[in-house]
């Protein structure tokens, strides 16, 4: 008879599920051996969020949802960033988490908390696990709701006596209820034999596991029509695609060859970063708030009109705005759309670009102006870069990263203005080779996404691009990277604070306090972990270091590069709130 942790990893495999990241518990054992036993991945790291960060990168990277198992109590609770993370990012990830005995909860047992309230509001929905038959179905039922209509995280609790096998509950139970007489003893006994006898209810059949197909949700054909009527008519057409857009990774490819075909010129953010790959005649990268002030009609692919566009206002009053998007309250976020396609963003761009005859002619001059204008940024990007101090410039660092990194490399990014800064300097070499936090800004990630990039892409060089502040979070992390031979590349922009922060805070308040850190030895701290460390404090170390980090990676070696960089004012003026 298969005990409850092997009924879940039964169902884990005919999923195809590659991998667990998890922290582990005794709640939670059963799982973790079963799934080991049937052939999964077990990657075991240093903190509960850290799984779900995993999970939830691997399941952006895959268009699969990822898998994070955390025990009882404070396993949960630690997960709760990623959690919301993952939620805001609209990332399908299941999460499996331990709890008390299902006679126990409420009565004090160790771990035992109240889940429930924690859990359910960043979650799509809550299972809550009370007979072992339900565990299957529930976790087939979460694969597919996870993944379908707006992707989400989903969280199923498991008391541990539903995971262990059957003779080991009974005999527990068994010795619970005592040998006593009285008839408060022979009550209680009653009282639990029963409980067992409902927990293990219709478990002696265990149907195969099933698989359930997900489709994605299109847009109605009125829709298509309208937006296809309102690109014919404009003269400065402009495409902004964003992370949900790309939520069925393997229709990238498609969805670039249909931006290609539209021939609407774009900006990419999020996950849809790299869908162009390196450079394309189409994609424009720096001034997006002008070239959306200009654009006559605007359609944004899974992008809602968040912070990010100031709310909707970076789009021109005048323009047509067409918004595809899986979920319709983004979709209307602060601005009605004058077409509003709700349905899969990727699909959408395919099915106009099919039913679009041919890019009108005259956009041309309007590519032209944007381009010309892209590369002026860039050039004024260039003298920046040549700017030298006593160590070095981030923007050359940048530069020289983005020349040292291989056509197989994937970006992982957390930080404050470090990261910013990449993001207009590193190009993203393919879909779906850049991974950040996406809306919730969470720092922290990156030790966590790195980890799930790196095992749903076995032999992807992968680099994080860390800020000294954002790497503290997953530093412990290095032993994970070592203990699994997970050769990712950390490049650590060290400048000694929370830097994002203290330049407005100065500017505003006249003081730095909270926002000052030292020039740590992130790289000692790596290397004691197992990995390699390597410090850089001057600009002429930086290629041979990011060559030799390259090559350390290669042989398998997790590698930290703590980089001493200047102050520059590249970022200056940029608030995000
Ligand atoms: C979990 C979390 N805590 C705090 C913040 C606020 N925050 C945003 S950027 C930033 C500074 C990041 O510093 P660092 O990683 O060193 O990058 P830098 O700006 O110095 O390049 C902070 C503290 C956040 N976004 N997330
Ligand atoms: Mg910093």
């Known amino acids: 008879m298969r005990h409850g942790g092997d009924r879940i990893a039964e169902v884990l495999q005919a999923h195809g599920v590659p991998c667990i990241y998890t922290l582990c518990g005794g709640h939670i054992s059963p799982i973790l051996a079963a799934a080991k036993a049937r052939g999964l991945r077990i990657v075991d790291v240093r903190d509960e969020a850290t799984a779900v960060f995993a999970a939830d990168a691997a399941a952006r990277l895959s268009g699969r949802p990822g898998v994070a198992a955390v025990t009882a109590g404070p396993g949960i609770t630690n997960t709760i960033t990623a959690l919301k993370n993952a939620q805001l990012a609209q990332s399908p990830v299941v999460l499996l988490g331990g709890a008390a005995p299902t006679a126990l909860q409420g009565r004090g047992a160790l771990q035992d908390i109240d889940q429930r309230p924690l859990v359910e509001p960043h979650v799509k929905r809550f299972y809550k696990m009370r007979r072992v038959a339900e565990l299957a179905p529930a976790v087939e039922e979460a ?3 996870a993944a379908s209509g707006v992707p989400g995280p989903v969280f199923i609790e498991c008391p541990v006596d539903l995971l262990y096998d059957e003779a080991n509950i009974r005999q527990w139970y068994a010795d619970a209820a005592g040998k006593g ?12 034999h029963r409980h067992v006898r409902r927990m293990f209810a219709g478990s002696a059949s265990n149907p195969l596991p099933r698989v359930r197909a997900v489709v994605p949700p299109r847009a109605p054909d009125d829709a298509l029509r309208a937006a296809l009527r309102a690109l014919s008519k404009a003269e400065r057409p402009l495409a902004v695609i964003g992370s949900q857009a790309v939520v069925q990774a393997s229709e990238v490819e498609r969805i670039a060859a249909a931006v290609t075909r539209l021939g609407v010129p774009v900006y990419l953010s999020g996950m849809a970063r790299g869908l162009l790959g390196r450079d394309h005649a189409l994609q424009m990268r720096h001034l997006r708030r002008n070239a959306l002030r200009e654009a006559d009609c605007v359609l944004l692919a899974g992008v809602p009109c968040d912070f990010r566009l100031d709310y909707g206002k970076h789009v021109r009053r005048s323009a047509t705005l067409i918004a595809a998007n899986r979920s319709a309250k983004d ?48 050039a004024e990007i260039d003298l920046q870069a040549a700017a030298t101090g006593n160590h070095v410039n981030p923007i050359a660092l940048f530069r020289a990263l983005e020349r040292e990194a291989g056509d197989q490399a994937l ?15 590193l190009r993203p070499r393919a879909p779906l080779s850049w991974l950040d936090p996406g809306a919730f800004g969470t720092l922290g990630v990156g030790a966590g996404f790195a980890l799930g990039a790196a095992t749903v892409r076995p032999g992807r060089e992968v680099w994080i691009v860390f800020g000294d502040g954002a790497c503290g979070f997953g530093l412990a992390e290095f032993d994970s990277f070592v203990r699994h031979g997970i050769p990712v590349i950390a490049v650590v922009g060290n400048d000694a604070g929370w830097t994002q922060i203290a330049r407005e805070q100065v500017k505003m308040l006249g003081d730095g306090v909270g926002t000052v850190l ?19 404090k001057h600009a002429d170390e ?8 390259r090559e350390l990676a290669r042989a398998g070696k997790p590698v930290l590069v703590n980089v001493w960089l200047d102050r520059t004012e590249f970022r200056e003026g940029s608030l995000s709130m």
Request: aromatic fraction near 10%.
């Open 181 to 192: 007489t009285a008839l408060a003893d022979r009550a209680l006994r009653w009282y639990l």
């Open 331 to 378: 979709a209307r976020l602060n601005r009605k759309p004058d077409v509003a396609a709700i349905g899969d963003a990727g699909l959408f761009l395919q099915a106009l670009a099919q039913a679009q005859p041919e890019a009108p002619a005259g956009w041309t001059e309007w590519i032209g102006r944007l381009r010309a204008r892209d590369a002026e940024r860039e």
């Open 542 to 549: 930086v290629r041979p270091a990011l060559a030799r980090a």
């Open 411 to 425: 970006f992982v990014a957390d930080g404050g203005d470090f990261v910013a800064t990449a993001s207009y300097v």
């Open 518 to 536: 030292a020039r740590t030895d992130y790289h000692a701290v790596a290397a004691g972990f197992g990995a390699e460390g390597l410090v850089v």
């Open 143 to 145: 694969f597919e709701l």
